[in-house]
């Protein structure tokens, strides 16, 4: 059975500050794995979507990266700012195209 | 273009009376998701829809959970007798065939009394 975990659950960093954000799952036979963000009380916003066959994408100050093998992914912020602040999710897509969420990591970025 | 729609986006019910709520996937996305997101945990996955095939139904909780989808556009996910344990947000999500980016919606908040 897939399980996805995120660390940290929660992290606070001031403004400018350049950080990662970790997610980790168990069965490497993913198709992909994509990364969210969410704000209170709002639906999930897609950020990247990393084939299994790729091993990272980028999208402005944003940087996933996969590694299937080892069963891991890390999305890199750069300079960080206030409105960054939301949770973030990742989640990975296998057997069955069921999609298998983390926890999430709730961000706060201090202006 | 528009984005996936949910409706309603809140609803109150009483224990043990049935729901219906509904998804209107993106036009042309032929790939249609149902998760379920109850206060303070993660997104749980109920059920996938691609195109005629008939879905696969192991994710739904219990037997009191039913989804539908008339071809590639709206579907519905209908819960029967609901309990207190069923609140929680409900999400769809949509995609352009199988294994690319999922595009949410906005979810139905279900509270049940």
């Known amino acids: 059975k897939q399980e996805v975990t995120q660390i940290p659950a929660a992290l606070s960093v001031p403004e400018g500050e350049n950080l990662v954000l970790n997610c980790s799952f168990t069965?490497?036979?993913?198709?992909?794995l994509q990364w969210f963000r969410q704000d209170p009380g709002k639906g999930l916003t897609s950020l990247l979507l990393?084939?299994?066959?790729?091993r990272e994408q980028t999208s402005g100050r944003l940087n996933a990266s996969l590694d299937k093998s080892s069963g891991r992914s890390t999305l890199y912020i750069a300079a960080s700012q206030p409105g960054d602040s939301a949770t973030y999710l990742c989640?990975?897509?296998?057997?069955?195209?069921?999609?298998?969420f983390g926890a999430g990591t709730r961000l706060f970025v201090k202006a | 273009g528009a984005g996936v729609s949910q409706s309603p986006s809140n609803k109150v019910t009483e224990k043990g009376k049935d729901v219906e709520l509904r998804c209107d996937p993106i036009?042309?996305?032929?790939?249609l998701y149902w998760y379920r997101q109850r206060l303070g945990q993660g997104l749980e996955f109920l059920i996938y829809?691609?195109?005629?095939?008939?879905?696969?139904k192991s994710g739904l909780p219990s037997d009191r959970f039913s989804a539908e989808r008339t071809g590639e556009s709206v579907s519905t996910l209908t819960i029967q007798r609901t309990q207190q344990e069923d609140s929680a947000v409900y999400l769809c999500?949509?995609?352009?065939?199988?294994?690319?980016?999922?595009?949410f919606g906005p979810g139905t908040r279900l509270t049940v009394l």
């Open positions: 829809f691609q195109g005629n095939s008939a879905p696969d």
């Open positions: 069965d490497s036979a993913i198709y992909n």
């Open positions: 999500a949509s995609s352009h065939g199988t294994l690319n980016e999922q595009f």
């Open positions: 990393i084939q299994s066959s790729q």
């Open positions: 036009s042309g996305h032929t790939a």
């Open positions: 989640a990975v897509e296998g057997g069955g195209f069921k999609t298998i």
